[in-house]
């Protein structure tokens, strides 16, 4: 079946700093993928989608390209500030199953200090 | 701008009772869903709902029911509670169930079995 992988957190960074967070998938075929970020105390918000090969999803200085080749849908941001400080998940959903039923990955805490 | 609204926010039962957790969308999304979070394993599918009158499980279905009489409406209820369901209840809807469609999250319920 589908399912997600991403790197383990916490990742502590310090303001200004570069972010990745990889995430690796295994789906049949071509699902879409998703990033979701959960602030504290707070329900999840979408980030950014791709929904086919080599697009590239982008949202609020962070960005992430569908790589068919490798399975891959790492997130990155260039420069990132103390409000960035939250819980990332990396997810998919379809094609062989419901595409309104997402795979999650178990998510990378992203902590970022003044 | 509601949009998906759970309730109540924190609940503590005893082993044995039952309980239901609300769930409410106000944007006539067609399609909602329940996970739950545990640390380290991301969000899992519990149940989900393409429509009025219609459910299916998802991931981790037992030890929960479902029902939808409304599209608004879908609430999840735990029959009759165990320790292991200790965890952070999410709702989701989206318009459709479709590859281009977020999910929206509601703010969750942290419940805690003894």
């Known amino acids: 079946g589908n399912s997600v992988t991403q790197m383990e957190g916490p990742v502590t960074l310090s303001e200004e700093a570069f972010l990745t967070i990889n995430c690796t998938y295994t789906?049949?075929?071509?699902?879409?993928l998703f990033w979701y970020v959960q602030y504290p105390g707070e329900g999840l918000q979408l980030l950014l989608k791709?929904?086919?090969?080599?697009d590239k999803g982008s949202n609020k200085g962070f960005e992430a390209t569908y790589r068919k080749e490798t399975t891959s849908f790492h997130l990155e941001k260039g420069s990132v500030q103390v409000s960035d400080s939250a819980v990332y998940f990396c997810?998919?959903?379809?094609?062989?199953?419901?595409?309104?039923?997402?795979?999650f990955g178990a998510g990378t805490q992203v902590v970022v200090t003044p | 701008n509601a949009g998906v609204t759970q309730t109540p926010k924190f609940q503590v039962l005893k082993t044995g009772q039952s309980m239901t957790l609300q769930c409410a969308q106000d944007?006539?999304?067609?399609?909602m869903s329940w996970y739950r979070q545990d640390p380290g394993m991301g969000l899992r599918l519990i149940h989900y709902?393409?429509?009025?009158?219609?459910?299916d499980q998802g991931e981790v279905p037992n030890g929960y029911n479902v029902s939808r009489s409304t599209t608004e409406d879908f609430p999840l209820r735990l029959l009759s509670a165990a320790p292991s369901q200790t965890s952070v209840y999410f709702c989701a809807s989206s318009k459709s169930g479709g590859p281009n469609q977020p999910q929206h999250f509601g703010d969750g319920t942290r419940l805690s079995i003894l």
């Open positions: 791709a929904t086919k090969a080599d």
């Open positions: 709902s393409v429509g009025a009158g219609i459910t």
């Open positions: 789906a049949t075929g071509y699902p879409s």
């Open positions: 997810a998919l959903s379809g094609p062989t199953d419901s595409w309104g039923k997402l795979q």
């Open positions: 944007m006539n999304h067609e399609y």
